[in-house]
């Protein structure tokens, strides 16, 4: 399944590329807090519980991905010339109603976090 937000936070690949694992909780207030911050690795408590998160620079953003999540949760961060993309995905082509509003609260706390996470910059 897939999601799709777009925020009006103006921020170009090299600004998002400086989002750390340590400023997510500053980024998405869903992610409560970093347990583990190593980099391009670490571990986050969130509205789903406690999970790895990995984070990769890609074209003109960034990605995150839970990688034992069990249902693969991924999110993508892209800069556009209107916005900033925030793209999340699972593996699974169906799930129950509450874990799909879940997801949508997720991605639209990137929607919010990112607009406020540029004033902040």
Known sequence: MEF???????LCAEQLQRLSIGQLP???????RVLN???EWGEIYCLWGQF????E????GLRFTLPKCPN?????????ADGSLIHCTIN????????????????E???QGLRDWHGAL
């Open 92 to 107: 699974r082509a169906e799930h129950d109603a509450e874990f799909i509003e879940t997801i949508e609260l997720f991605v």
């Open 52 to 55: 790895i998160v990995h984070r």
């Open 4 to 10: 799709y937000a777009k925020s009006p936070a103006p």
């Open 72 to 80: 693969a949760l991924q999110w993508t961060l892209t800069a556009e």
């Open 109 to 111: 706390a990137w929607q």
């Open 57 to 60: 620079v890609i074209r003109d």
């Open 26 to 32: 500053k980024a998405c207030n869903l992610i409560d």
């Open 37 to 39: 911050d190593q980099g």
